[in-house]
């Protein structure tokens, strides 16, 4: 079994106009400016995960500042997930720091969605204001028993389109705030892992926490997936493309050239993300 973790998909209406919607919305417009960003509907996707012989993916949008264009995107990952029950998987997204959050993840998972992402700053750092307004959300999907994707990213090397000023200290900030959520941290948790091999503490706080491997190709070595594998555990690592940036062939190579086995790479590419949805849903 094969399940994406980490897709991003639009209406047609955001698809077709993408530049009626950067006023207002500074984050769309640095990783959507351009024309060569693509932007993919649900059927773009399905496709894509029958070439690839993907079997499901876990979907959501982008943080909209904008409550209209949040819940727009937010009610077509909810009718995907009711067109394509047996391959598709919904989060709900908005921004981190939209006062009616809590009101629209509880609306969107009683809707049939299974929990919350990828939330995100691009703008910012992730300092304890933005993580104290999280608070609401996070009690929704602990009362929901539903899970919340974060947006990181690591604090070192080269720039790019939304890459936030966040640090680990952060991040690991986040996690001791919210230690019963189950949270999945995107990017390979911007190389907070990397501290799995500490003595003291840090084992406990990642008791509740995953790792996806989104964008990995553009950010780390081949190498990753063994390391990560011995310091976290092969079974808190989800396989996650960041579709439509990457396509899940540019993964299976680089798992296949890492050095881990076949067992190991069949819990990554599917076997933990269903353990972990089947806890969930």
Same mark, same amino acid.
């Given at each position: 079994?094969?399940?994406?973790f980490?897709?991003?998909?639009?209406?047609?209406?955001?698809?077709?106009?993408?530049?009626s919607?950067?006023?207002?919305?500074?984050?769309?417009?640095?990783?959507?400016? /351009?024309?060569d960003?693509?932007? !993919?509907?649900?059927?773009?996707?399905?496709? +894509?995960?029958?070439?690839?012989?993907?079997?499901?993916?876990? &979907?959501f949008?982008?943080?909209?500042?904008? $409550?209209?264009?949040y819940?727009q995107?937010?009610?077509?990952?909810?009718?995907?997930?009711?067109?394509y029950?047996?391959?598709?998987?919904?989060?709900c =997204?908005f /921004?981190?720091?939209? %006062?009616?959050g809590?009101?629209?993840?509880?609306?969107c998972i009683?809707?049939?969605?299974?929990?919350?992402?990828e939330?995100?700053v *691009?703008?910012?750092?992730?300092?304890?204001? &933005?993580i104290?307004?999280? #608070?609401?959300?996070?009690d929704? =999907?602990?009362? =929901?028993? !539903?899970?919340?994707?974060?947006?990181?990213?690591? %604090?070192?090397?080269h720039k790019?389109?939304? #890459?936030? $000023?966040?640090?680990?200290g952060?991040?690991?900030?986040?996690l001791?705030?919210?230690?019963?959520n189950?949270?999945?941290? !995107?990017?390979?948790?911007?190389?907070?892992?990397?501290?799995?091999?500490?003595?003291?503490?840090?084992?406990?706080?990642?008791?509740?926490?995953?790792?996806d491997?989104?964008a /990995?190709?553009?950010?780390?070595?081949?190498?990753? *997936?063994r390391?990560?594998?011995?310091?976290?555990g092969?079974?808190?690592?989800?396989?996650?493309t960041?579709?439509?940036?990457?396509? %899940?062939?540019? *993964?299976?190579?680089?798992?296949?050239?890492?050095?881990? /086995? +076949?067992d190991?790479?069949?819990? &990554?590419c599917?076997?933990?993300?269903? !353990?972990?949805l089947?806890?969930?849903?």
């Amino acid at each position: 079994m094969i399940i994406d973790f980490h897709t991003h998909v639009f209406p047609r209406f955001m698809r077709d106009d993408r530049s009626s919607l950067f006023e207002g919305e500074p984050e769309f417009k640095i990783l959507y400016g /351009s024309p060569d960003a693509k932007l !993919a509907s649900a059927e773009d996707l399905i496709r +894509s995960m029958d070439d690839n012989h993907v079997d499901m993916s876990v &979907i959501f949008g982008f943080p909209w500042n904008t $409550p209209e264009y949040y819940r727009q995107n937010n009610d077509y990952v909810i009718d995907a997930v009711r067109r394509y029950p047996d391959r598709l998987v919904g989060l709900c =997204c908005f /921004s981190i720091e939209s %006062p009616e959050g809590a009101e629209e993840a509880k609306r969107c998972i009683y809707a049939g969605l299974s929990g919350v992402g990828e939330l995100a700053v *691009y703008a910012s750092d992730l300092n304890m204001k &933005i993580i104290g307004k999280l #608070k609401g959300v996070m009690d929704v =999907c602990l009362e =929901c028993n !539903a899970l919340v994707l974060l947006h990181t990213n690591e %604090p070192v090397g080269h720039k790019y389109a939304g #890459k936030a $000023p966040m640090t680990l200290g952060q991040i690991y900030c986040f996690l001791k705030t919210y230690p019963l959520n189950r949270i999945v941290l !995107a990017h390979w948790g911007g190389g907070i892992l990397f501290y799995g091999l500490m003595k003291k503490e840090v084992q406990d706080v990642f008791k509740n926490v995953w790792f996806d491997t989104a964008a /990995s190709p553009f950010l780390y070595k081949t190498d990753m *997936y063994r390391i990560a594998s011995e310091i976290i555990g092969y079974d808190k690592i989800l396989f996650g493309t960041d579709y439509p940036l990457l396509t %899940p062939g540019r *993964y299976f190579r680089d798992m296949a050239k890492s050095g881990i /086995s +076949s067992d190991v790479t069949d819990r &990554i590419c599917g076997l933990n993300a269903k !353990a972990l949805l089947d806890s969930v849903i």
